[in-house]
């Protein structure tokens, strides 16, 4: 058989795969509902090859997969597959800011030109007008440093250099003007958290791998969890096949240039475990004291369309379910990767994923069906 047939046949296969559940042995999760498997099912109708939901309650983790892993292969999303876990880094940096501001060593509502000078200017933008909370919280009037069309350009480019976070930062504010006013409006800005790392960085003397390492990766026990080093842009092993159309065809995008992997707004690879982990210690407030943990929660209007978004805090969305419960997340989505999740009140934690970024406001909308079915069911 050509081995063009094989891959749409895996491919075909992946969209005719039903939901199966694979829960480890000691756990008493009940089977998925029909609004579960069904939202899954939608998800693989929308181009999307695999999808992998885990739940994690009591300490015990469950898996529930459908489709594909690998479109070559056929094999399944293991439950110990790196990641990249994109947008979901901003809460560690988030939260490795929150910890700084607790130890006196950097102010939520101090402007960035203290920490950064010279590097907010020009153009029409001002470090002095511009705070440190307005970075986590996407009000900073800052464009986005990601461009659509050069992603589409990057995706397969084998080309690898260091991704200098400042200088993409300059050369974002040098092409675009302000979106607005600091502090007057919410506008999502990756580059915003390019700064946020580089405030860390200053601060530290250490890079922002290194102290999200330090101060949370290691202290949680996120074995499954890392900061790629400069260059590395290829996933460590046992990793995911993240999947995007390039020419018109589906393609492994597993293998990104450095400007699809970003820097302090969306390089860490991690597992739906660990992610869970993650977000279940920070909520329970194992990361931060009350006092902090409530700034971070303390939301403004969300400009995103995503599922169930009420609002956006310091590194942290605050959601609803279609049951009605509240649930605090992030989320995240990079060529070949998509996730979404988060943990209600009483510790219930899910972390949706997607070997391909959610391709269709469809796809979006049943991962977000998916999700609230796994976050409602008792």
Not at 244 to 268: F, H, P, S
Not at 290 to 303: F, I
Not at 367 to 378: I, Y
Request: hydrophobic letters at 40%; glycine letters at 12%; one cysteine or more.
């Amino acid at each position: 058989m050509h081995p063009r047939q094989s891959f749409v046949l895996a491919f075909v296969a992946a969209l005719l795969t039903t939901t199966a559940a694979c829960g480890r042995s000691d756990d008493a999760e009940s089977m998925p509902s029909a609004e579960f498997t069904q939202a899954m099912d939608r998800i693989l109708q929308e181009r999307v090859p695999g999808v992998q939901v885990v739940v994690t309650a009591d300490g015990k983790h469950t898996f529930h997969t459908a489709g594909v892993g690998n479109v070559a292969t056929g094999g399944l999303i293991s439950e110990d597959a790196y990641l990249r876990i994109a947008s979901n880094t901003k809460t560690f940096v988030a939260t490795v800011i929150l910890q700084l501001v607790e130890e006196g060593e950097v102010g939520l509502d101090v402007p960035v030109e203290r920490y950064l000078p010279g590097v907010i200017a020009g153009n029409g933008y001002d470090g002095n007008r511009i705070t440190v909370r307005n970075l986590l919280q996407h009000t900073g009037g800052l464009p986005n440093y990601i461009d659509p069309e050069k992603i589409a350009k990057s995706i397969g480019n084998r080309y690898r250099q260091p991704f200098d976070a400042e200088q993409v930062v300059r050369e974002t504010l040098r092409a675009n003007v302000p979106l607005g006013e600091p502090g007057t409006q919410t506008a999502y800005s990756n580059t915003g958290y390019l700064l946020a790392g580089l405030v860390v960085e200053r601060v530290s003397g250490q890079s922002i791998g290194t102290e999200i390492s330090k101060r949370i990766i290691e202290p949680l026990g996120l074995t499954s969890t890392y900061y790629p080093e400069p260059g590395e842009s290829t996933l460590r092993a046992p990793h995911m096949y993240g999947y995007d159309i390039v020419d018109g065809k589906l393609t492994d995008v597993t293998e990104l240039d450095d400007y699809g992997v970003g820097g302090a707004d969306g390089a860490l690879v991690s597992t739906g475990a660990d992610l869970n982990r993650f977000f279940i210690a920070l909520l329970a407030g194992r990361l931060l004291p009350p006092h902090r943990l409530a700034e971070m929660k303390s939301t403004v209007p969300s400009d995103l369309p995503l599922p169930g978004l009420r609002g956006i805090g310091l590194g942290l969305f605050r959601y609803e379910t279609s049951c009605g419960s509240e649930f605090w997340g992030h989320g995240g989505g990079a060529p070949g990767f998509g996730t979404i999740g988060g943990v209600t009140a009483d510790g219930r934690a899910v972390t949706l994923i997607a070997n391909y970024m959610p391709p269709s406001e469809q796809a979006m909308t049943a991962m977000g069906v998916a999700r609230d079915a796994a976050l409602c069911a008792k």
